[in-house]
């Protein structure tokens, strides 16, 4: 476990944001001679399936999303060894879909996803073919995936038993110390318990988030995909963490889609931002006006015009 401990520490940059015990990583990697420790306490954790309040308890900074700093709604969070662990049983199983650009092993971000996008455009425009797109947002998806999904999706996809058991009771026990401008809003004492949601800030929380949303791959299977070229590549949809694009030939295979995807966000227990939500329909290579699409859902999406664009 201690060659383990030394890794996963030597990965971690070395001023990120410290915890509870404010210690940053930079020390870590240089007391060498703690890394046994660590290795042990972390072992008898693991075995006691019942981790320390300083595993479970986060710091919440709270920063402004613009200059109304009264609306809680505009602050965002910012609050390795079990995600290496995790990410190798993913990897070696190829459990993560493709079209997931975010937290997955090799992957380059948003790097990947829209040049393929303007590629579609350009082949759509040249070629005068039909296309229907959908761009998809989840309602505070951090913050509101159910904690009974999270811990159900580690046994879906074979989780060791004695991690699903560890993160299991972690999760019972995360809360969280609000903080603003540097100053503590609440006491150690008066944590914050998170019910519902991730728990943001560590290295495992993304990989864990995208794993509760790959079930999604089951699109690749509808028969409705977006072919480019006459056998070449097929597409349905990509994946950047909770941003999901969707590809379809014609408007009534973009409906198919998008009723499988509502149908899995309902399953869940989650919401649609619909405000953050768009579909553009395009027919012989030029953007087509058509009313907003109502899904078996009671919601409705905007669909662009030509002289709007999705931001």
Known sequence: MQPVV???????PNWKSPGLDRLHHYWLKGFVVYHAVLARQFQEALNQKSPPSLFTTGITHLVPKDCDSTDPSKYRNITSILSSRITRHLNSNQVMSRAQNGCRSGGRGTKEPLPIDAVIGKVVNRNRR?????????????????HTWLKRVLELYKIDCTVQDFLGHGMGQWSTI???LGERMTSAEDHIRIRRGIFQGDCLSPIWFCLSLNPLTLLEGSGREFQLWKGGK??????YMDDL??????HSHLMELLNITCDFINSIRMELGTDKCAVLHVERGRVANSEGIDLSMPINIKTLSEAEIYR
Do not use: G, Q
């Not at 030394?6 to 971690?12: F, G, I, S």
């Not at 039909?130 to 159910?146: E, G, Q």
């Open 6 to 12: 030394a890794e996963a520490v030597r990965r971690v």
């Open 130 to 146: 039909n296309l229907s797109a959908a761009w998809i947002d989840y309602k505070k998806a951090f913050d509101s995936v159910p």
């Open 178 to 180: 609000l903080c603003h």
């Open 234 to 239: 097929k597409l349905t949809h990509l994946f």
């Open 245 to 250: 694009m969707l590809f379809a030939s014609s």
